[in-house]
């Protein structure tokens, strides 16, 4: 009898001092998974802002793609018209060369005017013709320039983009826990 008397003591007892130490167990869980759950939510908050910042400089990045190819497109054309503009250039200045070999063999005087019409008119088309090269040279050495500078920016926002995938794949730089 005193061995059930003290079983029962027993087993009506541990409850009791079970209850009591569950109460404060219990609230140190909750605190711990309501501090990581804050932790969590901080973290999701750090990595939407910075996914939100490498969509916008995808963005950027893509625009500035095409204001590189816009300007590589437009130094093409203008290498294209100052190589236009030399070899006409060049072709004038031949057929005055020509002209003037022509006219030292001339022996009719009506011919020699014709010819030296032709040359003055020539040259004046040789004058006309540098000043359209020198025009393109301008414009060529503008539109490389312009290109220059579009790399630039592209090439600074390739180096934030690195910058921001390095930051979002080294989790010590993710949270400042």
């Not at 901080?42 to 816009?70: K, N, W």
């Not at 054309?77 to 070899?87: E, G, H, V």
């Not at 001339?106 to 040359?119: F, P, V």
Request: hydrophobic share 35%; net charge negative; glycine share 4%.
């Amino acid at each position: 009898m005193r061995r059930a008397l003290f079983f029962i003591l027993l087993v009506s007892g541990i409850p009791g001092a079970t209850f009591g130490q569950t109460a404060s167990s219990d609230s140190q869980t909750l605190q711990a998974l309501l501090t990581e759950v804050r932790e969590l939510r901080q973290d999701l908050r750090i990595s939407l802002a910075r996914i939100q910042g490498a969509q916008v400089l995808l963005s950027r990045l893509q625009t500035q793609q095409g204001s590189v190819t816009r300007a590589s497109e437009r130094l093409n054309d203008d290498r294209s018209k100052l190589a236009d503009a030399q070899a006409n250039q060049k072709h004038v200045a031949g057929r005055i060369k020509e002209l003037e070999d022509t006219l030292s063999a001339e022996q009719n005087l009506a011919q020699q005017k014709d010819l030296r019409d032709m040359i003055n008119h020539s040259k004046s088309e040789l004058e006309a013709s540098t000043d359209v090269e020198q025009q393109r040279q301008a414009t060529e050495i503008e539109a490389a320039q312009q290109l220059r500078t579009e790399q630039d920016k592209l090439n600074a926002l390739e180096i934030q983009l690195d910058d921001l995938v390095r930051k979002l794949g080294n989790p010590s730089e993710r949270s400042t826990r």
